[in-house]
T-cell receptor
């Protein structure tokens, strides 16, 4: 079956530090890949996505590149802010319309200190 | 604005009670899902529904029940058979007619046993 593995947290960084959260996946075919963010006490919000190999998703300074050869979708940000403190989830969706189930990683909690 | 509304935001249950969590969406999505989230854990799928009047068990369906009488509504009942119901519950939906689409989430309901 499909699976997503992301780095264990928590991750604590100082403001303006570089962020990488690793995510690798196992799936057949060409799944779509997503990063979601969850702020305390809230639901998940889509942060970015990529639907085919070598696509780069980006949003709010965050980036992730769909690497088919390494089955990875690592999340990066060049300079984190205190407001980026949240839990980040990597997820995949099988390819094709009607393939609706998302598989999530366990989440990585990020804390950014001033 | 289109979206998913969960209610209530906080819910308290006494031992032996059934409680129902509401989830309504106006995105015209066919598929809807219920997830459970425990502290420091990822999302675990409880039930999902692809179309009206049809639903399937997820990974942890025991002690829960759902109905899907209308496209926009997917309520979850936590029954007295669920021995450890204290958790954060998230409802989501996807558009099965579009390939590679993301899931949209509600703001969650926090259920506590008192």
């Amino acid at each position: 079956g499909n699976s997503v593995t992301q780095m264990e947290g928590p991750v604590t960084l100082s403001e303006e530090a570089f962020l990488t959260i690793n995510c690798t996946y196992t799936a057949t075919g060409y799944p779509s890949l997503f990063w979601y963010v969850q702020y305390p006490g809230e639901g998940l919000q889509l942060l970015l996505k990529a639907t085919k190999a070598d696509d780069k998703g980006s949003n709010k300074g965050f980036e992730a590149t769909y690497r088919k050869e390494t089955t990875s979708f690592h999340l990066e940000k060049g300079s984190v802010q205190v407001s980026d403190s949240a839990v980040y989830f990597c997820a995949l969706s099988p390819s094709g319309a009607g393939s609706y189930q998302l598989t999530f990683g366990k989440g990585t909690k990020l804390s950014v200190i001033p | 604005d289109g979206g998913i509304t969960q209610s209530p935001k906080y819910l308290f249950r006494k031992e032996g009670q059934n409680v129902t969590l509401s989830c309504e969406q106006n995105l015209n999505h066919d598929a809807m899902y219920w997830y459970r989230q425990d502290p420091g854990q990822g999302l675990r799928l409880i039930y999902y529904s692809q179309i009206v009047n049809d639903f399937q068990k997820g990974d942890i369906a025991e002690g829960y029940s759902v109905s899907r009488e209308k496209k926009e509504s997917f309520p979850l009942t936590v029954t007295s058979a669920q021995k450890n119901p204290t958790a954060f519950y998230l409802c989501a939906s996807t558009d099965r007619q579009r390939a590679n689409t993301e899931a949209f989430f509600g703001q969650g309901t926090r259920l506590t046993v008192v």
